[in-house]
């Protein structure tokens, strides 16, 4: 069964609670988010230009958003999945569908998160760049014309 895309709704509430708080989601990317900070995400999230549910089988596995003016000159793809939705080529789909559709856009991932390494490294993105952010250290992936497992083709 495939991975579907869709602009997030209100029903999607509970999923995404989750993926803000859940202690291994969250793990690479500064740890749970507090009540405050959820409830304000939450109110904005129905119909948010950019933010994706994935979904498969009418079961929300996760999220892939897209800010097109990011900070560096490029859109900006960032994901989370839900952990018992992992190993199933889910984010992989998901992802890959998202760089199709904006080529030149570029991900950030801490160093030490492995497994978004090597699932950018998959759909064809090479990093191009390190810096530090938020305690540690971070890779800036774009697409690399070459790269096997290109997402583009």
Not at 17 to 34: A, H, I, K, N, Q
Not at 46 to 62: F, N
Not at 99 to 109: I, K, Y
């Amino acid at each position: 069964m495939g991975v579907l895309l869709r602009p997030a709704r209100d029903e999607d509430a509970d999923a995404y609670v989750r993926l803000w708080t859940d202690p291994e989601v969250r793990r690479f990317l500064g740890g749970p988010l507090e009540p405050a900070r959820v409830a304000a995400r939450l109110r904005g999230l129905a119909g948010c230009p950019g933010v994706l549910t994935a979904e498969v089988g009418g079961i929300v596995v996760g999220t892939v958003s897209v800010e097109p003016d990011s900070r560096f000159a490029a859109p900006e793809i960032s994901y989370a999945f839900l952990p018992e939705h992992g190993g199933r080529g889910h984010a992989r789909a998901a992802v890959g569908a998202v760089l199709r559709r904006w080529p030149a856009a570029v991900a950030v991932t801490q160093v030490a998160n492995i497994r978004s390494q090597r699932l950018l490294t998959a759909l064809g993105m090479a990093e191009v760049a390190r810096f530090a952010e938020f305690g540690a250290v971070q890779a800036l992936h774009r697409v690399v014309t070459g790269a096997r497992g290109c997402a583009c083709r």
